[in-house]
């Protein structure tokens, strides 16, 4: 099929280089003409783990292209994706102006029959808003289909190309059998297409990321009643997980989570919520104590130096920035208010991510910020008065403790990923904090 891609973002990028990938010509659209120019060279302006590699083969093969111009691809294609960014408005609700521009855009500029595909996360009652928009600027034939994204940063090619299932909302039976041929080659092993109304493919995806958040949140709250009754979080983890009706996903506690969607749709669904007379209590609570969740760390930063004062001066190393491994993306990242808090307390942070390095200059440049930046995990340690660890790289996952030990000035942890043993970290003679489980150390 000819498929056009409006919005070179996370999401567009990842859908156009797959569909490509599975023989579709396919046009990938952007305002941005410095962004669309890099594309062009081979430059990603994102990182994820096998995406450069794919549009590389794919633009070499002639079945990926990228262009800002936006009519001439709405006018090339079967089947318009609209994968621009919806950002969280003031009020918590979903800022839908990118897409309706765009349907404004498609609705001007459409020559034939189209299905017009809502890739973007939105609240429920989009799809109308778009259909009326485009009602009122032409007289071709269109559908409008919700197609929610579930992709996971780090292993969205995997997610994509091997989809738990594929969601359609669609109140044409034509546009649906569409939808079904262009998704048939990444449900070969009968994972389900999954085909509904409308509305029904909005609400699966907000209710979706809501419910991952909350099981998130609630591991992390049982992690906290672990420390005050002396419990092993990790232990109780095991027990709930085994259950085969609740399962071993999502039940890591840490830090609280972050990104591009979780904070932001538990947020559009609780405003939702509120403008349809039917509260959110819960996923309010889930929000709440995410951000509580956040500054676990610096409530043990004060716990072990024992006042504000005594760490005014101290310098810390953090290791990783962005919101979870496999990814350079910081929004909402745990890591932001780690060093806004040491920086409010008068400490200094020197902090190492393997990807997310350049994205966190870029944010803190103009901020003024008491944070320096290392070239290794270790070069981070040197002289520091203790390490916290926010990201669960890999590459942390098995240091060099000796070598830790020689370069902190203080042999002292604060993990908010879990990622080493308690027992072990005594035995080195490391003072370790950890989420769910008791402190150990002199």
């Known amino acids: 099929m000819n498929l056009a891609v409006i919005g070179t973002g996370y999401v567009g990028l990842v859908a156009g280089a797959c569909f490509a990938e599975s023989g579709n010509d396919v046009i990938c659209v952007d305002v941005d003409r410095e962004k669309i120019d890099r594309l062009n060279r081979g430059e990603v302006p994102i990182f994820e783990p096998g995406l450069e590699e794919l549009i590389e083969n794919n633009t070499k093969h002639g079945r990926l292209a990228f262009t800002t111009d936006v009519v001439g691809a709405i006018q090339s294609s079967e089947v318009i994706f609209i994968a621009v960014g919806t950002p969280q408005d003031k009020d918590g609700s979903a800022d839908l102006r990118y897409v309706l521009e765009v349907a404004e855009t498609i609705g001007r500029n459409m020559n034939g029959p189209k299905i017009i595909v809502n890739k973007s996360t939105v609240p429920v009652g989009t799809a109308h808003q778009v259909r009326e928009k485009i009602q009122g600027l032409t007289t071709f034939n269109f559908d409008v289909v919700s197609n929610p994204e579930f ?30 041929e262009l998704y048939a080659p990444f449900v070969r092993t009968e994972n389900p297409i999954l085909v509904m109304d409308v509305k029904s493919a909005e609400v699966t995806k907000y209710a979706s990321n809501a419910f991952l958040a909350t099981k998130i949140t609630f591991m992390n709250e049982i992690a906290n009643l672990c420390e005050k009754v002396g419990g092993d979080v990790n232990q109780v ?3 709930v997980g085994t259950d085969s009706r609740i399962g071993p996903n999502f039940l890591f506690p840490g830090v609280g989570y972050g990104g591009s969607c979780f904070p932001k749709d538990v947020r559009a669904l609780m405003r939702i919520g509120q403008e349809h007379g039917a509260e959110f209590e819960i996923v309010t609570a889930v929000d709440r104590v995410n951000n509580n969740q956040k500054g676990r760390l610096i409530g043990k930063v004060l716990e072990h130096f024992g006042s504000p004062e005594a760490i005014r001066g101290k ?3 953090l290791w990783g920035l962005a919101f979870k491994p496999k990814t350079d993306d910081m929004r909402e990242a745990p890591s932001l ?5 040491l920086n409010r307390l008068g400490a200094t942070v020197v902090a190492y991510d393997p990807e997310a390095m350049e994205n966190a200059k870029r944010m803190f440049a103009k901020t003024g910020a008491a944070l320096e930046f290392a070239e290794s995990n270790y070069s981070a340690l040197d002289g520091a008065d203790g390490l916290l660890i926010v990201t669960e790289w890999n590459e942390f996952r ?3 403790f000796g070598r830790m030990s020689q370069l902190l000035r203080n042999p002292v942890i604060f993990d908010g990923r879990n990622l080493f043993e308690p027992a072990k970290m005594n035995r080195l003679g490391f003072r370790y904090y950890s989420i769910g489980r008791a402190a150990v150390g002199g």
């Open 315 to 317: 310098r810390f190393a």
């Open 337 to 341: 208010t780690v060093i806004e808090e």
């Open 398 to 400: 098995r240091p060099n």
């Open 237 to 239: 983890r095991r027990g």
């Open 151 to 180: 992709l996971k940063e780090g292993s969205a090619l995997e997610d994509f190309m091997k989809p738990d299932r594929v969601v359609i909302g669609a109140d044409s039976v034509e546009a649906a059998e569409v939808m079904r």
